[in-house]
């Protein structure tokens, strides 16, 4: 069984930084795409920041310079450094990840998500 969990979410003022973690765990051969989503109350979830296994990264405009996805393979970790928050950067933030297993085809997977709060 594939799991994604994240942790790093919390409070944090306006200006202030917060760094996500997602670990991945078991039979995963091949990890095409990750990437973070965020939901905000009330709308759609939406894409933060994705990486492709060739290392590509696609951030939305709004977080662009101050949010940066890295990936550490050893370790099987994704994380989301963020700076600079703003208070519309508060939400539920996701680790979703686009993975071949062992089981398997490829398939998209989701973590519990974490919460992110952003007051002023």
């Known amino acids: 069984q594939v799991t994604l969990v994240e942790s790093g979410g919390g409070l944090v003022q306006t200006g202030g930084s917060l760094r996500l973690s997602c670990a991945f765990s078991g039979r995963i051969l091949v990890i095409n795409v990750i990437g973070w989503y965020r939901q905000a109350p009330g709308k759609q979830r939406e894409l933060v920041a994705s990486m492709t296994s060739k290392g590509t990264t696609i951030y939305a405009d709004s977080v662009k310079g101050r949010f940066t996805i890295s990936r550490n393979n050893a370790k099987s970790i994704v994380a989301l450094q963020m700076s600079s928050l703003k208070s519309e950067d508060t939400g539920v933030y996701y680790c979703?990840?686009?993975?071949?297993?062992?089981?398997?085809?490829?398939?998209?997977?989701w973590g519990q998500g974490t919460q992110v709060t952003v007051s002023s």
């Open positions: 979703n990840a686009n993975m071949l297993t062992a089981t398997g085809p490829s398939s998209e997977y």
